[in-house]
C-alpha cells in the first residue's frame, strides 16, 4: 500500500482483500485445504470474509486499535484540532466494532492475531473468540554484542558527568516530543546534568513550537534539534547517547526501541501500544504510569539512579541489549507453532 490516507487506502485495501478471498475459495474447492493464515499486517477496519469458506483460519497480526489514553490528552497543552482528532479515534474504532461482516470474520477465527493489548480489545469487542498479542516483526540485523556492550563500558564514567538522551522520531503531536523536552526541563532543575538530543523534521509549524517550548522552559541551550539523516549516520549518532526516549502515544509497532536497544541504549517510554511489547522491562522506564506528570517523574527518578550509579545505567543497557537479541524470526515462528498449527490441528 502506498498509502492509508481515508478514504483511498482503504478502498485499495478492500479490492486486494477480495481478491484474496477468491483466490483462497477456489483453492478451497479443489484442494483438501486444512486450514487458512491470512497474515493482515494492516488494519482491523477490512477483513475477508473467511467464515465463508468452510476452513478453520487464522487472521493477522492486525493493528489500528491503539489510541492515545484520554489522561495523557488532558493533562497536556495540545490544539484543539489534535485534541478532537484523538479523542475521535476510539469513536471511530467503536463504529467499526458494529460492521456485521467484519464481526463475522473475527468471531469464526481460529485465532485473531493483534499487535498490541489495545487492538486486542477491539477484536474481542467485534467478538473475536480466541485473541493473541503478538510482535509481528523480525529483527535479524546482525548485533555484534561485544564490540557494543565494549562501547557502552567506556561510556560508564561519562554517565556520571553528562548523560545523552536521544529522542526520534515524526514531529506529530501525537509523538509528543514536547514530554521530551519536558524531561529535560525537570531532570535540570533536578540538578541531574543531562542533555537532550532530537532528531526529526523540524521546518514545521510544531518543529517552530518545538523549538519556542524549549526556550520557554530554559533548556535551548541543552537541546539540539537535529534534521533526519542517512541509517549509517544514525546508528552512529545512537552509539553517541546513553538512551532513547519513546514517548509516542499509539505506534502499532515498536522497531525503533528494538533498533535503539540492540545498540545498548535503555529506553524511557510511555509503553503504549506495540512500544510495550518491545521495551525491555528490566530497563530505564517500560511504562509511563497514569499521567504525563507521572512519566515525567519517573524518567527523572531514572536520570537520578543512572547519574548517580552509572553502574546502574551499565547493567540496564547490557539488558536491553540482550532482550533485543529475542525478537528473531525464530520468535515468530514460534508464534506460528503455539498458535496457528495448534489451531488446526484442534
Known sequence: METWAFPYGYIRYAKLVKEAYSIAEGIVRT????????LILGSFRVLPRYDKLGIPYTVGPLGGGECAPFRYLMG????LKERLVELGRPLMNAMFTLVPPLRKC?????VAFATSEETAIVLRRMGARHTVVVFPDAYDTPIDIAAVMENRTKQRAMVGTKFRLLWQGRVLWWKCPDLALDILSSAMRDGIRVELTM???????????????AAKLGV???????????RVDYLELQATHHAFLATSLHDSGGIPL???????????????????????????VPD????????VERSVACLRRWQTDPAQWLAEAGAALDYSTTFTNAR??????????KAFQG
Not at 497536556?76 to 490544539?79: H, N
Not at 473475527?106 to 481460529?110: E, I, T
Not at 509511563?288 to 512519566?295: L, R
Request: with cysteine; aromatic share 4%; hydrophobic share 35%.
Open 288 to 295: 509511563g504510569g497514569t499521567c504525563p506528570a507521572e512519566f
Open 220 to 230: 535551548g541551550s541543552s537541546v539540539e534539534f537535529i534534521p533526519g539523516m542517512s
Open 332 to 341: 515468530l515462528q514460534t508464534y506460528v507453532r503455539t498458535h496457528v498449527v
Open 258 to 284: 528494538i533498533e535503539a536497544q540492540a545498540r545498548g541504549l535503555p529506553c524511557l517510554t510511555l509503553g503504549l501500544g506495540g512500544n510495550r511489547e518491545s521495551a525491555c522491562p528490566e530497563a530505564g
Open 76 to 79: 497536556r497543552s495540545l490544539p
Open 31 to 38: 484442494q483438501p485445504i486444512v486450514g487458512l493464515c491470512h
Open 106 to 110: 473475527l468471531k469464526g477465527s481460529a
Open 199 to 213: 532528531v526529526g523534521d523540524w521546518g514545521g509549524p510544531l518543529g517552530q513550537q518545538m523549538k519556542e517550548h
